[in-house]
């Protein structure tokens, strides 16, 4: 299956270098980790540019509206390692608030655009955080568990 | 000294190069484009929220609308992805792989016509079109012999595959494979062996191999621009693994090695189609799978090499039969944040072009 | 000699005798008689030609083409031609009404004009003019203002551009089409077309002209707009060029005057390269007025055939291929011919 | 030399000029359709038991059953209506069906005037035959599925 980095010596390494900001999640996968959202650009950087990890794609940027909080689930690949990385970010609530990575991806920008027309993810420093699928005068956003399906 | 004006020009949401209802607002000065701002979602029909409402079998025909061009390999990404968070994904019985494998590169020569037609169009050269779609059209007779339908197959299922195909089924597809190198010999004679057609995509639209993975390109559009990066060799799903191929790569990104590498792809795809139907073994075609399918609790993330690139799935399971969230990862979606990059100075002759040469399809882009 | 030149004989004839009218006057009806049957003429050979594009392209692409109405689906355009008569004419709101509402009549006048001075057989045609290719030409280039005012007049940004590409298109590639039919004047010896035709009876100009010939071709291409240089229509960006905004007949009339336009061109190039109504090879059984017409057909299929197989061209590539090859090219071929028919007249004084 | 491709392109249209013609003469000349080919629905009415597994399978509410118990407290169908305008065409329902009641036919001409007219009515618009008076058995529901058998035998019948 899917080759997996070895979290132990990331989430050290990363908290070595840019302080308190990593930790393993547990999860089925086991290949997660999570990640402070006021940390997220430094790490992703931190993980674009080492060489140890290589991550010169960002693949998938999803977001899930957990009861306890909003989750951004990035899924990192690396093409010359093949190996895989989920950064998770867990948002509060009330304020789901997280640092765009605009500026390491390019790729994210849609993708974060996306995020916050279906599911109200706010990406501070985003250049054009508008809706991107659904008209500009929407109301709600459609994947939160309390966004009623009409019909 | 005369006054000059910048022109706002509406291209879309009905516009004939745009390749369905992708609209884009273009300012011109004289023909030379100034800025682009990309506008999407005339055919959002909120796939992703409609999966949670749908148990995870019922959102398989679903996927045949995201890329309804290539609906084979859009299914094989989610059973894929739930197999994956069933964890069933070691027990789907040979056969099924095999034809697995087989459909999905069906469908890849399938989509790969469709996007030389349309490229071919996209330059106005029509005869080129209607020649692609003559075999595209014997590739959608396979499916369509196969699964019952020709866009929307329906084919793949969580452990395995609607049906079984007989000897005839087969016989017809060696003789498509025969056929295929011929075809593609004569879309390279008629397209990429013609000059106009080279002075109009060569040196338009170039993609460095950094900017090609900073903006997210992927599949085919990554390897033009020289990444050699193929989820079929690189990270084998299924029983890739299995078989020889090459991966053409472009040298330096422009359209034209955007072109050209799907025309050798889908040289490649007949040489793997050709190793699996002779390999394949009989037997069942489906795993013993639950009829009522209730993951664990849980996530799984996969990702396959799907004609526009890779195709992902990120399904969150809470244990129920429906899934708690539903991810598609398009490839499309992502490859179309490059167009107001690349378009920026171009000629609006060159920007049809550009648009064209990633092969995007709305129904992905929007979902 | 030829069945036409005895009817119009005899038609003179009857009105000055017959019907007692002065020459003057019996002049300007037949006159008159024969401007409508080359408009009749142009009609019918639209027919053929529409036909011919369809069957043609759609045998190119393994297609079968229209096949419902008459046989093999011949009258499917004078169907066609109906159902636009029946259509509502729709004039945008915003347009230059007065000049939108003229330019495809224009087009269409330019057209006609054309023909005036095409001789499709030995005296068979309408104005004998002595400087018969010049006024061709000069003919030719008033149809750039007829689409001009179309691309501007519609109020359209699509149509804006296509009609500003063709203005530059059609400007650049005049020049290397008037001198490419130059070093064929200067071997006859005559702006006349009838004496051109004349001078053709030995050997066609197209073997000593072949470079000119080319020219001719290529440049005719760009001048009537067709593929693989249509990029005043040029679909793909600008939905339909000059008459994006046009519909019903308005639209007919252009189309109309597209295809007349192309027999003109190959009728001149029959005529300049191809020996005319000359019967190639002494093979004198089928009347000249057929073999002319044969020689036209086979240049506009040759006409159908770069449409059906080229993808379009580039704005830029064209300008660039027009002025810096095409023109310098034209010229050369100038300068050679003047230079062989200066040693061909000292080898043979 | 330029113009090498040029000519190759314009010698590879004159080839097929005058080759056979693939495309098809629609009305008179009719497609040849594959056994599994999902044109549209008939429903053997004698067959089926109103067990509502279809309109379970379905993933858009297509399928509305009506039936009510006879005199054995045994279900009887009383209407079976298909709300085929947001149909699919997944056959999830065909290969959910136990007595094979419900199966595709290829009659694919389904465009109509209005959009009303697009649904089906199976229930009133079944036609007997005698095949289908058999016996209907319902199979003993498997713990897997296999609807690929269940598909190829529902066509041989």
Known sequence: MDKIVDREALVGELNQKLGNCAEIFEDNTNQSIKVKPEKIVGVMKELRDNPKYDFKALMNLSSVDYPENFTVVYHLNSISYYHKLTVKVELDKAKPEVQSITSVWTAANVQEREAYDLMGIIFTGHPNLKRILLADDWVGHPLRKDFKLQA | MLKTQELTLNMGPQHPSTHGVFRCVLNLDGEYITKVVNHTGYLHRGLEKLAEARTYTQFIPYNGRLDYCSGMMNELAYVMTVEKLMGITEEIPERAQYLRVIMSELQRIASHTIYVASFSLDIAGFTGFMYAFRDRDRALDLIEAASGQRMMPNYMRIGGVAADVDENWFSQLQKLLDDMPASLDEYDGLITGNEIFQARVKNVGIVTREMALDIGFSGPNLRASGVDHDLRRDEPYGIYDRFKFDVPLGEQGDTFDRFVVRIKEMRQSVNIIKQAIKDIPEGPIMAKVPKVIKPPVGEAFHCIENSKGHLGFHIVSDGSTKPYRTRIYSPCFVSLGFFPIVAKGQHLMDAVVTLASIDIVLGEVDR | ?349 | MFGQGLIKGLGITFGHLFEKKITQQYPEERPVLPERFKGSFSLRVPKCIACGLCSNACPNNVIKIESEKDENNKKKLTGYKMMAERCLYCGFCVEACPTKALLWNHNFERAKFFREDVNLDLFNSYVPSPEDEKPAKPEKEEETAKPEKEEETAQAS
């Open chain 3, 1 to 349: 000699m030829d069945i036409f030149i005895k009817i119009a004989g005899a038609l003179q004839d009857w009105l000055m005798n017959g019907m007692g009218l002065s020459v003057t006057a019996s002049e300007l009806i037949a006159t008159a008689v024969w401007a409508l049957v080359a408009i009749l003429f142009i009609l019918v050979n639209l027919i053929i030609l529409v036909w011919m594009e369809r069957k043609l392209g759609a045998f190119f692409q393994m297609r079968r083409g229209p096949n419902r109405l008459g046989p093999a689906g011949f009258l499917q355009f004078p169907v066609d031609i109906v159902k636009v008569l029946g259509k509502e004419d729709i004039i945008p709101a915003a347009a230059d009404k007065p000049i939108y509402k003229i330019a495809s009549i224009c087009a269409f006048v330019t057209t006609i004009c054309a023909f005036a001075v095409i001789p499709f057989a030995k005296g068979m045609v309408l104005e004998d003019l002595n400087i018969g290719i010049f006024y061709f030409i000069a003919i030719g280039s008033t149809a750039t203002l007829s689409l001009l005012m179309a691309g501007i007049s519609s109020n359209n940004k699509y149509s804006f551009i296509g009609g500003m590409r063709t203005v530059a298109q059609m400007i650049s590639y005049e020049i290397p089409m008037a001198f490419s039919l130059l070093g064929v004047v200067m071997m006859a010896g005559s702006l006349r077309l009838t004496d051109i035709v004349e001078a053709q009876q030995n050997m066609w100009f197209v073997i000593p002209q072949a470079i000119a010939f080319i020219i001719y071709f290529v440049a005719t291409i760009a001048e009537t707009n067709r593929g693989p240089f249509d990029l005043a229509e040029g679909e793909q960006e600008l939905v339909a060029g000059y008459f994006t905004e046009y519909s019903g007949i308005r639209w007919a009339i252009f189309f109309i005057a597209e295809y007349g336009n192309l027999v003109a061109v190959a009728s001149i190039a029959t005529i300049m390269f191809l020996g005319g109504w000359n019967a190639p090879f002494g093979l004198t059984f089928l009347p000249p007025f057929l073999w002319f017409m044969i020689k036209v057909y086979c240049m506009i299929f040759m006409f159908m055939w770069v449409r059906w197989t080229f993808p379009r061209i580039r704005i830029d590539h064209l300008m660039h291929f027009g002025w810096k090859f095409l023109i310098p090219v034209s010229i050369a071929n100038i300068m050679v011919t003047g230079i062989g028919i200066y040693v061909y007249r000292m080898i043979t004084n």
